[in-house]
């Protein structure tokens, strides 16, 4: 006999209505800074917005942070992340957890930027994270993303 799984459905003020289950919930238990009260978060990837995961707090529906993968965009990124961690979160081997760094846009995106020197490491088994920030770390937390180039067979107007 399977068991049913429980979901819950909200509508969320950027993205419309949403039905998950508890599964897909992401705890932060010391939560994030600057939103040090909100726990419960969702990764949402939209279609409208490749290479991007939204954080999509539960605790407050009128937050959304973009986030992405810094190695998709900047592949030799390679942090040194700090012990504590990995004792925080109970990661014990590199395919228990992954790496989501905040992204920052300015209006009309006329520029983005992301947090390299503060990545958010969530235990993929655990689904607990944490924004933990690098020690002795050139990385900035506005470290610009190239703009991709328009194709050949674009014309400025």
């Given at each position: 006999?399977?068991?049913?799984?429980?979901?819950?459905?909200?509508?969320?003020?950027?993205?419309?209505?949403?039905?998950?289950?508890?599964?897909?919930?992401?705890?932060?238990?010391?939560?994030?800074?600057?939103?040090?009260?909100?726990?419960?978060?969702?990764?949402?990837?939209?279609?409208?917005?490749?290479?991007?995961?939204?954080?999509?707090?539960?605790?407050?529906?009128?937050?959304?942070?973009?986030?992405?993968?810094?190695?998709?965009?900047?592949?030799?990124?390679?942090?040194?992340?700090?012990?504590?961690?990995?004792?925080?979160?109970?990661?014990?081997?590199?395919?228990?957890?992954?790496?989501?760094?905040?992204?920052?846009?300015?209006?009309?995106?006329?520029?983005?930027?992301?947090?390299?020197?503060?990545?958010?490491?969530?235990?993929?088994?655990?689904?607990?994270?944490?924004?933990?920030?690098?020690?002795?770390?050139?990385?900035?937390?506005?470290?610009?993303i190239p703009r991709k180039?328009?194709?050949?067979g674009e014309s400025a107007?």
């Amino acid at each position: 006999m399977m068991e049913s799984i429980e979901t819950t459905t909200v509508d969320l003020p950027r993205f419309g209505e949403l039905t998950y289950a508890e599964t897909d919930v992401i705890e932060f238990p010391w939560g994030i800074p600057g939103f040090p009260a909100l726990r419960r978060w969702l990764l949402l990837t939209l279609d409208v917005h490749p290479g991007f995961v939204w954080l999509q707090s539960l605790d407050d529906l009128k937050v959304a942070i973009p986030t992405s993968d810094p190695y998709f965009i900047f592949e030799k990124y390679d942090p040194k992340l700090p012990p504590y961690a990995f004792v925080a979160l109970d990661i014990r081997n590199a395919e228990d957890f992954t790496l989501l760094c905040v992204v920052v846009v300015t209006a009309n995106a006329e520029e983005m930027t992301m947090n390299l020197m503060a990545p958010i490491v969530v235990n993929l088994k655990s689904r607990k994270a944490r924004q933990v920030m690098l020690e002795n770390s050139a990385y900035s937390v506005r470290e610009p993303i190239p703009r991709k180039s328009a194709s050949a067979g674009e014309s400025a107007s």
